[in-house]
Structures are given as structure tokens and as C-alpha cells.
């Protein structure tokens, strides 16, 4: 069996800063948090950019370029950007930091969807700002946006482009055949890298019965062309994670998913979460892949590639 790749997301574009004051909002902090969970075992880190001011989610090139050459001035880890940035983004807007720095990976939503947050919103009364509350609460009326038409230009522009390959964040079974039919038009290269997204309202349950479900499924659609991984949202981040390890597969924790390492417990750092599955995986038996075997299992073009 191959060893399983962590990938650790930072900070992602869900939470926001009154939810923990251990969420990397800066750029110093993001680079901080990052280096740290490559330290502790993720051969992935899955990042998102942060206004400094306020916290909020931001495109803008510039901050993104303030922490990702100290991230790959510091460690080995394969860098991962988002392409999803954050809600109310433009495809343009959550385009351009990737296209600037011309990473080893993007992440790529694989279809349009309902991403609710807004029973979030009514969980705390004293917000530290004011773009927070109705950030989330809009989102009872918001639908993420990947036609076919922006995951095909996504594919020419990245893919093509700069030789970016991408984790197809895989939230419902529908989107797991919505690569089958890019994959048959030609718009990705075998093998492929699944991330199976549970519990985000919206897409599939956080039930076992799904990942048991999505995995035959991918089985059935890519045969042997595909590496695959779990994230889950929230309290079921770990056990859903300690499953896919059971069944061969790849991680994702970090604060982007959740913000807690035990029942009712904020995690202190990124750094935590990946110590945890790490020490999870390792006592199953299992070992942990360094960014050079995720680089190669997932046919990546190298860290020497990149634009930062």
C-alpha cells in the first residue's frame, strides 16, 4: 500500500476570525502555520489569502506573494492554491494569484453549488467585524459557481498553461461524473487526484455510508487512474479521515475544515490537526509520505516550476 499523503489547508475562505484566535489571518501568520504543519508531517499545504486588516478572504496576488516565498523558502511541502478563493469572488478574481505563481497544484471545484454557511451566522452575537455576520448569513442565497465552460478554461489556463495539476474537490457523487465527462473530453491527463468533500451544506452528508458510496463510484468511473483523499467538515474531520486512511487513501485536516482537535476544544495551530492524523495514521500501521513521494505518486511538475 502507498503512503498517505496529509494535506494540511490553512486557512481556507470558511471561517472567520471571531469563530478562533488561532485562525491564521495575516501573512506572516499563514506562513507561520504553514511551515509549521509541513514540519509536523503534511506533504500538501492548501492555502488561502487573508485581507491583514480584518480577516476577510482576498485574491489579491500580492498578498498571497507576501507568504508564499517564505513557504517554499522554508520547506519542501508541495504548494497548493486555491482556486475557489472565497464567496461572491469572481472566476477572474479567484484566477489571478494562481495564474501569477504558477503552482504545482490548484484546487478545483468540480461543479456549481449551493455552499451554505449561514448557520454559522447565527451561532455568536459579538463579531469582531462587521463583513462577518453577513458574509455568512448571505450565503442562504448563494451558489458557488464552476460551469463547464469555467472548469474547461480553469483546465486551458493552469493545466495547460503552466502545468498546474489539480485536487478536483469532489463535494457531491454528481461531481465525481462531471470529471468523467472532462476527463473524456480530454481536459485532464490520468491519474487524478479526488478530494471527497463531506458535510458542507449543500453537498453530501458527513455519513460513512457515503464515502463507502463515493469511493465505488470513482472505482466504477476511473478504474485504477486516481488518487483520492477525505476531508471532512467540522467534528467529523478526524474520524472521517482516520477511515479513508483504513481504506487507502489520503488526508486533509487543517483549520480551513475545522477548528477544533477534540469535542469542543479549538485547536492552537494547523500544526496540531496534522500531529494528530499523522499519529492517527502511524499507529494504524501506515506511514507517511514526504512531499517528494506525494510529488511523484501525483505526477507533479516540482517545486523548481513555480513562479515564487
Known sequence: MSKVIITCAVTGGIHTPTMSDHLPITPDQIAEQAIAAAEAGAAILHLHARAPKDGRPTPDPAVFMEFLPRIKQATDAVVNITTGGGLNMSVEERLAAPLKAAPEMCSLNMGSMNFALHPLAEKYSDWKHPWEQPYLAGT????????????????????????????????????????????????????????????????????????????????????????????????????????????????????????????????????????????????????????????ATLGLKGGDRVNF
Open 140 to 295: 442562504k442565497d448563494f451558489i458557488f459557481r464552476n460551469t463547464f465552460g469555467d472548469i474547461e478554461r480553469i483546465y486551458k489556463m493552469l493545466g495547460e498553461g503552466h502545468g498546474t495539476k489539480f485536487e478536483h474537490e469532489c463535494y457531491d457523487v454528481g461531481h465525481l461524473y462531471n470529471l468523467a465527462h472532462c476527463l473524456d473530453r480530454g481536459w485532464f491527463k490520468p491519474p487524478v487526484f479526488l478530494q471527497l468533500i463531506f458535510g458542507i451544506l449543500g453537498g453530501i452528508g458527513a455519513d460513512l455510508d457515503n464515502l463507502m458510496f463515493m469511493k465505488r463510484t470513482a472505482d466504477k468511473l476511473f478504474g485504477k487512474d486516481y488518487h483520492w483523499s477525505v476531508l471532512a467538515a467540522g467534528r467529523h474531520q478526524m474520524a472521517f479521515c482516520t477511515q479513508a486512511a483504513m481504506m487507502g487513501g489520503n488526508v486533509r485536516v487543517g483549520l480551513e475544515d475545522s477548528l477544533f482537535i477534540g469535542r469542543g476544544k479549538l485547536a492552537i495551530s494547523n500544526a496540531e490537526q496534522v500531529a494528530k492524523i499523522r499519529r492517527i495514521v502511524e499507529e494504524l500501521g501506515y506511514e507517511i509520505a514526504t512531499p517528494e513521494e506525494a510529488r
